[in-house]
């Protein structure tokens, strides 16, 4: 009987551990793909941020460059033929030039001259540059701008390329033997394919040109105080604030003055009238 219980305990603890290892091993093994799944996910979230960064670094190669300068002078004349002079050495053309003298009663303040120049890309910052170091100008602001617009050139290629299809088969079709009727739909649907894709092409030449050129605004003012004085301190600020209010109110008074000068003719005359008038009220007075 003892031996029976002895075999019988031997036999349920074996299936007992039998059992128990099999569970381990099947969670061992369910566990295991679990965790490459988990180590998978990971690096596939390493892998998404590293591709945003990048993405986010990525720019487009249809970029239009323009900028717009803003300089005083005193020797006006001389500083016109300057940029001329740099604008043939940079291959640069005049696409727009407006010149014209700022007067008032009496007396000249000064010229000025705006104009809308158009050079090659690689050229836009060494003409600039070289306008910098040209000791009589005298910068009063730059602005430097960059419009990436090689999404609207990719789109209208796409664009372009789906039109030719369709107006290759309209023009296949058109071989085809058709009623009259079907043959002038075809003629009329050709003719707005070839429009719309002309208008896309064309687009797309000016975003070229933009690109291939860049484009400069200048504006050159004639002063007989131009300087390139340091604004960012306080102290600096206000001991130029000071010069300018002295120098202000000396152009003023000149100005003034210059006016009456101009305004004497008039001056006497009302004189003489009030005097004429005086005497008459006196005499009419006794």
């Not at 701008?145 to 290759?168: C, H, M, P, W, Y």
């Not at 008074?253 to 003719?265: D, G």
Request: hydrophobic share 35%; aromatic share 10%; with cysteine.
């Amino acid at each position: 009987m003892k031996n029976k219980q002895k075999v019988f305990f031997i036999l349920f603890f074996s299936i007992l551990f039998f059992i128990s290892a099999c569970s381990s091993k099947e969670h061992t093994d369910q566990s295991a793909p679990m965790d490459m799944a988990s180590e998978e996910f990971v690096n596939e979230d390493d892998a998404g941020i590293e591709n945003t960064e990048n993405a986010d670094l990525d720019l487009g190669d249809k970029i239009i460059k323009t900028a717009s300068l803003t300089y005083e002078t005193v020797q006006f004349d001389e500083t016109v033929n300057f940029v001329h002079e740099q604008m043939d050495e940079f291959q640069a053309q005049i696409e727009h030039s407006s010149r014209t003298t700022n007067s008032s009663f009496g007396g000249e303040d000064g010229e000025s001259i705006q104009m809308t120049i158009r050079l090659p890309k690689e050229q836009l910052e060494p003409f600039i540059e070289r306008l910098n170091n040209y000791d009589p100008l005298y910068v009063q602001s730059q602005e430097i701008g960059r419009s990436d617009v090689t999404k609207a050139f990719r789109d209208n290629e796409t664009r372009i390329n789906v039109l030719k299809e369709e107006e290759d088969a309209l023009r296949d079709m058109l071989q085809e033997q058709g009623s009259l009727e079907e043959i002038l739909q075809i003629r009329t649907r050709l003719s707005e394919v070839i429009s719309e894709r002309e208008i896309y092409e064309e687009e797309n030449q000016n975003y070229q040109e933009q690109i291939e050129f860049s484009t400069i605004y200048l504006n050159i003012q004639q002063t007989d105080r131009a300087s390139d004085r340091d604004v960012s301190g306080f102290w600096d600020r206000l001991v130029n604030a000071f010069g300018d209010s002295f120098y202000r109110f000396i152009q003023v008074m000149q100005q003034l003055f210059i006016n009456l000068v101009y305004l004497l003719p008039y001056l006497v005359i009302l004189l003489i009238v009030g005097a004429i008038a005086y005497f008459i009220r006196r005499r009419i007075r006794h």
